[in-house]
């Protein structure tokens, strides 16, 4: 049964989401709900400004979602071969983003990688250990694909993930049971390339920018061919656009992610 949402979405925002979601029905919560009930509950984003190393993206003062045009880029199933340059392109554009990073293959191959993600102000974040449908596990397997790649990181980075991406964004009751079990909120997407099925660069492109919206979150590969070539013209247009990219946390913010919460543009 797909995932039904409470609060009023736009019909472009809905059709982004191509994937059916499993489970029983469940709500979703999207960005800019998160930010009103923090706001309502009296959270700000005052004092939260922060000396920045000119080797980060990280901006100097917090983003204001509320009053500036948002939208988080992120890359999920990598580090690969290729993220060096994008987190080079990511540098040079000043552009902050959400890596969901697989474990088993990418985070154990490149650790030097993870670890200058981290360091350059990005966001780490957690997209299972063997990129298994979660749905398809039992608790015990899906705290062991989330859990191992928890304890990977960590190791790498110094602190845990404490957000997560389900593979195809399939979960069910089991998947939020133990992601709220481990710390995790459940990041889904409102733009998606399907940049594993092309490498064409203009064509990702193309696809990005044709479903970019507000609050939107973007959904991309840093592993496949086509996908990095294609990130310097997504930035320039958005940016082009009056859009201010921010991680999924700053996208939330004042609102922290709850564990187990599944958000969605």
């Not at 998160?34 to 917090?62: C, F, I, Q, W």
């Not at 690969?80 to 088993?104: C, H, I, N, Y």
């Not at 320039?236 to 958000?263: H, W």
Request: a positive charge; proline letters at 6%.
């Amino acid at each position: 049964m797909p995932i039904s949402r409470t609060r009023t979405v736009t019909a472009a925002a809905v059709a982004a989401l191509t994937l059916t979601l499993a489970g029983c029905s469940m709500d979703t919560t999207a960005p800019a709900d998160a930010r009103s009930d923090a706001r309502s509950d009296g959270k700000s984003l005052k004092g939260a400004t922060k000396t920045v190393r000119a080797t980060t993206v990280t901006p100097e003062a917090p983003v204001d979602c509320e009053k500036a045009k948002c939208i988080a880029l992120t890359f999920d199933a990598g580090p690969g071969k290729d993220t060096p340059q994008l987190l080079d392109t990511l540098m040079k554009e000043r552009v902050p983003a959400t890596f969901f990073l697989l474990g088993k293959h990418h985070v154990v191959k490149y650790p030097k990688v993870v670890k200058r993600i981290s360091d350059e102000g990005h966001e780490v974040a957690n997209h299972t250990w063997t990129h298994r449908r979660l749905d398809q596990l039992n608790r015990n397997e899906i705290r062991e694909e989330l859990e191992l790649t928890q304890q990977a990181i960590s190791k790498i980075t110094g602190t845990e993930p404490t957000l997560m991406r389900p593979p195809q964004g399939r979960i069910d009751d089991e998947v939020t049971a133990v992601s709220k079990e481990l710390g995790l909120a459940q990041i889904l997407w409102s733009a998606t390339a399907k940049d594993y099925s092309t490498n064409d660069s203009a064509l990702i492109e193309k696809r990005i920018l044709k479903q970019a919206g507000r609050d939107g979150i973007i959904l991309l590969h840093d592993i496949y061919d086509g996908t990095v070539p294609a990130v310097p013209g997504i930035i320039a247009k958005l940016k082009d656009r009056g859009y201010t990219f921010v991680t999924v946390s700053q996208l939330l913010a004042p609102a922290k992610a709850n564990p187990g919460e599944v958000y969605r543009p």
